[in-house]
């Protein structure tokens, strides 16, 4: 029986046909999935995207309908190389995978940096045929770490000024006291800037 009602699996699969067949325990993992809010995929042995939810969706700069059926690469572009590589022995090792990536997606114009869990589904048999993935992309600590390092230089530079300033006023107090100078090049050579 169709409906003209979007269920959680057509979001997730894409289209009605796709989930007509699903089982009450299917139907409620994908509407678990199209609830979270950290971007889930399922890719086949080809690094194919069989499902994506809104999330990854968003994150990747492309519609759900733009992923099903395209690779990795085909979907992230100079970014997707580095991710397939990753990918590769998660299946031929039958072994989860956590770790960080940065660089651009073709639909955006900055950086991203993302925490991705990659991990293999096992078919009935045993047999790893898929692999899952749960990522999120890291917005304000990666930002507030670039920013953080940007004021340290910013700091190291006023830091060398302040001393060359101090050792300049402190030479003009000892010559205003009266002092005898002696040649010094190192203070002959001092330049606020």
Not at 131 to 146: H, V
Not at 152 to 161: A, C, I, S
Not at 169 to 193: D, E, F, K, V
């Amino acid at each position: 029986m169709m409906t003209d009602r979007k269920t959680s699996a057509d979001l997730l699969f894409g289209s009605v046909e796709a989930t007509q067949a699903l089982t009450e325990g299917e139907e409620l993992l994908a509407a678990f999935l199209t609830s979270a809010n950290v971007g889930v995929g399922i890719l086949d042995s080809n690094l194919r995207y069989l499902a994506v939810n809104k999330v990854l969706a968003e994150m990747n700069g492309v519609p759900v309908q733009k992923h099903l059926g395209r690779t990795v690469r085909e979907v992230l572009g100079e970014i997707g190389e580095p991710l397939e590589q990753k990918l590769s022995p998660v299946v031929a090792m039958q072994r989860g995978l956590k770790f960080e990536l940065s660089g651009k997606v073709p639909s955006r114009a900055d950086s991203g940096h993302w925490v991705i869990d990659m991990f293999p589904l096992a078919a009935s048999e045993g047999s790893v045929t898929r692999i899952g993935a749960i990522g999120y992309e890291l917005k304000a600590p990666k930002q507030l770490e670039q920013s953080l390092q940007q004021l340290d230089g910013q700091l190291q530079h006023e830091t060398k000024r302040l001393r060359r300033l101090t050792d300049v006023i402190s030479l003009s107090r000892n010559y205003a006291a009266g002092a005898s100078m002696i040649w010094n090049p190192r203070l002959a050579a001092l330049r606020l800037r």
